[in-house]
């Protein structure tokens, strides 16, 4: 009778250890995914100008002032979107945080960026970025104000956009 029992009781507490893990490998991906997606920051205004072409929006985390010639802000792009050329003065550092896009320096090949990328822009070189065709792309990008604002060019041509990436 005791050892009736307890096979029960072991039967018992190896059904809910079997129940219990299997309900945490069905619910660990979904909360992993959810966090995963979580952004750290919000994704601030849209951007409404000229200098970009489709959707983006952009999180100032640091304006440069008068001891701080930096700045610092996140963009967002829409599946699509993207800077016209332009340059920058002193360089620009962006570093990808999410999503898939693109960088490209005047005269070289389209480049593919995607999450823990980090692109080192030369100064006063012409270049554009934004996100692929299919995803949305996110970017901390890392601007030296000392010599001068960014200088905007022309819009990045549809063949440009489109052409194979290196």
């Not at 003065?89 to 480049?111: A, D, H, L, R, V």
Request: proline share 5%; aromatic share 8%; glycine share 8%.
């Amino acid at each position: 009778m005791i050892k009736l029992y307890h096979n029960v009781i072991l039967g018992i507490i190896v059904s809910s250890l079997i129940l219990s893990c299997n309900q945490n490998l069905e619910t660990k991906p979904i909360v992993e995914d959810k966090l995963s997606r979580e952004l750290i920051f919000e994704k601030g205004i849209e951007i409404k100008n000229t200098n970009f072409n489709g959707n983006a929006w952009l999180k100032m985390l640091i304006a440069e002032d008068s001891i701080n010639r930096n700045s610092v802000g996140i963009v967002t792009f829409e599946p699509s979107s993207r800077t016209n050329w332009h340059y920058h003065p002193n360089g620009q550092i962006i570093i990808s945080i999410g999503g898939e896009g693109y960088y490209q320096e005047k005269g070289g090949p389209k480049n593919i960026l995607k999450k823990g990328d980090v692109v080192k822009c030369p100064p006063n070189l012409p270049h554009w970025h934004g996100a692929s065709e299919s995803q949305e792309f996110i970017q901390i990008a890392i601007t030296s104000r000392i010599d001068g604002p960014t200088v905007w060019l022309d819009p990045v041509l549809e063949e440009e956009y489109h052409a194979k990436v290196n």
